[in-house]
């Protein structure tokens, strides 16, 4: 069973900064991916950063990059995305999700996603 749980949300104004966390558990590949998204609300699913379990690599949308860290803390399994500078435009669901990696070390699809947390951030 794989079970991934986000924590870290809420409400802040904008400038400020939140620090979202996706423990995760039982994923049975040790070459894995955790991928971080968001949804607002009438509008489709955004990708925003993932980052390889196996060579530490990571990835960022354009719409984050600069502005948004992701990490990890493989001995606790658990992914964390730091946001800083949070705009208005920010808010929405965030959903963390685990798949495997690729041969080449890039991420594929992801196959389990955890329940998402509410970021709101006002003016």
């Known amino acids: 069973q794989v079970l991934l749980v986000e924590s870290g949300g809420g409400s802040v104004q904008a400038g400020g900064s939140l620090s979202l966390s996706c423990a995760f558990s039982?994923?049975?590949?040790?070459?894995?991916?955790v991928g971080w998204f968001r949804q607002a609300p009438g509008k489709e699913r955004e990708w925003i950063s993932s980052?390889?379990?196996?060579?530490?690599?990571?990835w960022y949308a354009d719409s984050v990059n600069g502005q948004f860290t992701i990490s990890r803390d493989s001995a606790k399994n658990t992914v964390y995305l730091q946001m800083n500078s949070q705009k208005p435009e920010d808010t929405g669901m965030y959903y963390c999700?685990?798949?495997?990696?690729?041969?080449?070390?890039?991420?594929?699809?992801?196959?389990?996603w955890g329940q998402g947390t509410q970021v709101t951030v006002s003016s």
């Open positions: 999700a685990i798949g495997n990696a690729r041969w080449s070390g890039s991420c594929g699809s992801y196959n389990y």
């Open positions: 039982g994923y049975a590949s040790s070459n894995y991916c």
């Open positions: 980052i390889s379990r196996l060579t530490g690599s990571t």
